[in-house]
């Protein structure tokens, strides 16, 4: 490998690693935003968007510039594609913490009954998940990318909890029936944000074994079930 592929390779991995760390703080600010019906928390998350998406476009870029410049192949042009993909994953993720951010403003002031408890699980289970995803990417550790993927059925057997208890709520609570849709879509995105961590687990097996493990455990998602888009 030459110095300059060596440097540039090193330079795309710690942006990639420092965006990884604005995300999943990120994630956790959203989360904490709603728990605590936080505005100004939220409203920080929303703000710092525009710092994911610029990093995303910088990371990108980079990894343009080296294919096109240094051509490389082997393991080192699996980083880089694996790089565009993970970069591309963490970006999303970033979106979706905004949408749970958006979705704490709108019900910081609102007192409804308790319908949380799913959410509470769920949000952990993510969280866990991001950051492992990133120590696994760090370590090069398959069998940690792997256990990634078994967390993500329990997110999305929580959403199908969630989904049920939601649909209780507005049957007692009808007056509250649009704010129990909102912390529905926040169990959509978890839910979602729990895809992209797979997807970056996925990358990081193919990245060190060169194996494309996608929908090998895919099983019948949540969507089927409920037939709709949140």
Known sequence: MSKPLQRSLQQIKRSLLSLATVVEEQCRDALRSFHHSDEQLADIVIERDNEVDLMEVDIEEDCLKILALY???????????????????LERIGDLALNIAERAVALSSKKLPETT????????????????????????DIELARQILAMDVKVDDLHREHFETIKEAIIAYPVHALDFIQLLSISRYLERIGDQTTNIAEDVIYLVEGEIVRHRHSETGYNGALGVEI
């Open 117 to 140: 408890t799913q959410l509470e699980s769920m949000g952990e289970i993510v969280i866990a998940m991001v950051k492992r995803c990133i120590d696994a990417l760090i370590n090069r």
């Open 71 to 89: 051509q490389p192949v082997a393991f080192d042009l699996r980083f880089v594609v694996a790089v565009l993909k993970i970069n591309n994953d």
